[in-house]
């Protein structure tokens, strides 16, 4: 029972990207609409991105510490693993989670109100391949603008740990700036972008799904917005585990 | 043209139409009425395909339109234009954006082309100079009549609307009336309108068909009605008690029959 309909919505969900990913009628118009979610979603989320790398970082550095504390591994690992942390795991994942409840709950709901208001049916009479002009764009946009913002949540994440450990006497600057030029491999970078490459496609489409297929009215929108954010942050989780059973 | 045939469509076990078969000609503004539920949005939406019927055929002049290629049906549909019972007008684009969005999806007109093309529609349905508005500062009348103007932005060959003047005054009515009609006549047309507007069937009724429990129970212009003695028919025409009485003084006076 569950399994066919996992089955019928995986269905749905890659014959709707089947149509999303399809010649445009127009570049020019669809060109557009990629740089107003570019905008929408960069310049939208820096600050909440800034915010919480921030933290996270400052927090791994304070931890990690906490743990070196009485053994023999040397005081500028922590520099090392918050920068190795962050690449690896922390930025793209939590970037990507957070994105998905901030990014992906606002592409349900407008789609999903397009739906509910017969602007989707209106769009398609014109012979308009809405799925093409209402998702392609979007996805587009956060696949070349949310690696970018994964980027900058990793150095400010860096940042975050060092203002958490250096100024209050963890380590010295000196040490902590060793410890980010130590053991450095730039595969992990290129696993940063893979991850937030993916995480970006998986959050977008998956939430642009849920806000096309919408039935009903207000309650099942609010379901569709939340079911966006629930099924994208656990897709994200399995991609991050097969990326890094793959890659690593 | 548009010819449909065997037209059966269910939601569930309850069947909406049944067995519905008729032709609609270009040139002519053809009604589809019948009271609230009887289906007539659902017709409508079968013909334009956002709808599929479980059983039937339809026509666009010779092309099978359930068994059209996607490609081919984006092609016919931009000779189709259509108003939605609530408008369905793009609310965060202004009324010049909603209108001239066809025109810049499928066009390759100039900036300046565009807007001429934009004031010309606009001026066809009296709403000069309203565009910049957006959609939630007009009355319910404006949005139906920029939903007009949004509909036949691209010469359609074929214009479906849904209720054009439900909650209008039966003045505004009469203006949309005639301003589809005079469309349908200018652009030779397939026009089909869903209605319950006794005013509308009386004006423009060329073509008229009466939906009852999902068959076409009645079919003639409006000339034909006064003569018929379809029961079904009259009681939706002449449903006040009033009209009833207009009815029967307009026979004994020896009006038609
Ligand atoms: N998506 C749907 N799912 C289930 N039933 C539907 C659906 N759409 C329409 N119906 C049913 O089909 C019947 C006809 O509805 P329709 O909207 O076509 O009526 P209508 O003739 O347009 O009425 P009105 O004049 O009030 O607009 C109604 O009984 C309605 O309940
Ligand atoms: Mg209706």
């Given at each position: 029972m569950?399994?066919?309909?996992?089955?019928?919505?995986?269905?749905?969900?890659?014959?709707?990207?089947?149509?999303?990913?399809?010649?445009?009628?127009?570049?020019?118009?669809?060109?557009?609409?990629?740089?107003?979610?570019?905008?929408?979603?960069?310049?939208?989320?820096?600050?909440?991105?800034?915010?919480?790398?921030?933290?996270?970082?400052?927090?791994?550095?304070?931890?990690?510490?906490?743990?070196?504390?009485?053994?023999?591994?040397?005081?500028?690992?922590?520099?090392?693993?918050?920068r190795?942390?962050?690449?690896?795991?922390?930025?793209?994942?939590?970037?990507?989670?957070?994105?998905?409840?901030?990014?992906?709950?606002?592409?349900?709901?407008?789609?999903?109100?397009?739906?509910?208001?017969?602007?989707?049916?209106?769009?398609?009479?014109?012979?308009?391949?809405?799925?093409?002009?209402?998702?392609?764009?979007?996805?587009?946009?956060?696949?070349?603008?949310?690696?970018?913002?994964?980027?900058?949540?990793?150095?400010?994440?860096i940042?975050?740990?060092?203002?958490a450990?250096?100024?209050?006497?963890?380590?010295?600057?000196?040490?902590?700036?060793?410890?980010?030029?130590?053991?450095?491999?730039?595969?992990?970078?290129?696993?940063?972008?893979?991850?937030?490459?993916?995480?970006?496609?998986?959050?977008?489409?998956?939430?642009?799904?849920?806000?096309?297929?919408?039935?009903?009215?207000?309650?099942?929108?609010?379901?569709a917005?939340?079911?966006?954010?629930?099924?994208?942050?656990?897709?994200?989780?399995?991609?991050?585990?097969?990326?890094?059973?793959?890659?690593? | 043209?548009?010819?449909?045939?065997?037209?059966?469509?269910?939601?569930?076990?309850?069947?909406?139409?049944?067995?519905?078969?008729?032709?609609?000609?270009?040139?002519?503004?053809?009604?589809?009425?019948?009271?609230?539920?009887?289906?007539?949005?659902?017709?409508?939406?079968?013909?334009?395909?956002?709808?599929?019927?479980n059983?039937?055929?339809?026509?666009?002049?010779?092309?099978d339109?359930?068994?059209?290629?996607?490609?081919?049906?984006?092609?016919?549909?931009?000779?189709?234009?259509?108003?939605?019972?609530?408008?369905?007008?793009?609310?965060?684009?202004?009324?010049?954006?909603?209108i001239?969005?066809?025109?810049?999806?499928?066009?390759?007109?100039?900036?300046?082309?565009?807007s001429?093309?934009?004031?010309?529609?606009?001026?066809?349905?009296?709403?000069?100079?309203?565009?910049?508005?957006?959609?939630?500062?007009?009355?319910?009348?404006?949005?139906?009549?920029?939903?007009?103007?949004?509909?036949?932005?691209l010469?359609?060959?074929?214009?479906?609307?849904?209720?054009?003047?439900?909650?209008?005054d039966?003045?505004?009515?009469?203006?949309?009336?005639?301003?589809?009609?005079?469309?349908?006549?200018?652009?030779?047309?397939?026009?089909i309108?869903?209605?319950?507007?006794?005013?509308?069937?009386?004006?423009?009724?060329?073509?008229?068909?009466?939906?009852?429990?999902?068959?076409?129970?009645?079919?003639?212009?409006?000339?034909?009605?006064?003569?018929?003695?379809n029961?079904?028919?009259?009681?939706?025409?002449?449903?006040s008690?009033?009209?009833?009485r207009?009815?029967?003084?307009?026979?004994?006076?020896?009006?038609?029959?």
């Amino acid at each position: 029972m569950v399994i066919t309909k996992l089955l019928n919505h995986l269905g749905k969900y890659l014959i709707l990207m089947g149509n999303a990913f399809s010649k445009p009628e127009k570049t020019s118009m669809y060109y557009k609409e990629v740089i107003r979610q570019m905008h929408d979603i960069g310049v939208g989320s820096l600050i909440i991105v800034f915010i919480i790398s921030l933290f996270i970082g400052a927090v791994t550095a304070i931890q990690f510490a906490y743990q070196l504390d009485g053994t023999l591994v040397p005081d500028y690992y922590i520099g090392y693993v918050v920068r190795d942390m962050t690449i690896i795991e922390l930025a793209p994942t939590i970037t990507c989670l957070v994105l998905a409840g901030k990014v992906g709950s606002n592409m349900a709901s407008e789609i999903g109100g397009m739906r509910q208001k017969e602007h989707i049916d209106a769009m398609e009479i014109m012979g308009v391949n809405t799925a093409a002009y209402l998702i392609m764009p979007k996805v587009l946009a956060a696949v070349v603008i949310i690696p970018i913002l994964v980027a900058i949540a990793a150095f400010v994440s860096i940042g975050g740990g060092f203002i958490a450990s250096v100024p209050t006497g963890l380590l010295s600057g000196q040490e902590f700036v060793m410890g980010l030029r130590s053991f450095f491999m730039p595969y992990n970078v290129f696993m940063m972008f893979v991850k937030s490459l993916v995480f970006a496609f998986l959050l977008t489409s998956i939430s642009c799904y849920q806000g096309y297929n919408v039935k009903g009215g207000s309650i099942e929108l609010g379901k569709a917005s939340t079911n966006a954010v629930v099924i994208s942050d656990i897709m994200i989780l399995l991609a991050d585990y097969l990326i890094a059973v793959v890659l690593i | 043209m548009i010819k449909i045939s065997g037209i059966y469509k269910s939601f569930g076990n309850t069947p909406v139409l049944k067995n519905i078969s008729t032709e609609f000609q270009p040139g002519k503004t053809n009604l589809i009425i019948g009271k609230s539920g009887a289906g007539k949005t659902v017709l409508l939406k079968l013909l334009v395909g956002l709808i599929a019927p479980n059983e039937g055929q339809i026509f666009y002049n010779q092309i099978d339109f359930l068994h059209i290629k996607k490609k081919d049906l984006r092609t016919l549909r931009m000779k189709v234009g259509m108003l939605f019972q609530g408008s369905a007008l793009f609310d965060s684009l202004t009324v010049e954006e909603n209108i001239r969005f066809p025109l810049d999806m499928f066009t390759e007109m100039t900036k300046k082309e565009k807007s001429a093309r934009v004031n010309t529609c606009l001026n066809r349905v009296s709403l000069d100079g309203i565009n910049a508005k957006f959609p939630s500062e007009l009355s319910g009348g404006m949005q139906k009549r920029v939903g007009i103007a949004r509909a036949i932005v691209l010469n359609p060959s074929y214009l479906f609307c849904d209720e054009p003047n439900s909650g209008l005054d039966p003045k505004t009515s009469l203006v949309i009336d005639e301003l589809i009609k005079d469309i349908t006549i200018e652009n030779n047309m397939t026009t089909i309108i869903n209605t319950h507007d006794m005013n509308s069937v009386m004006e423009i009724g060329e073509n008229v068909i009466l939906l009852h429990e999902g068959e076409i129970c009645w079919q003639g212009n409006k000339d034909e009605i006064m003569s018929s003695d379809n029961e079904i028919l009259h009681d939706f025409i002449f449903a006040s008690p009033f009209l009833q009485r207009l009815r029967n003084a307009a026979i004994s006076n020896g009006f038609h029959k």
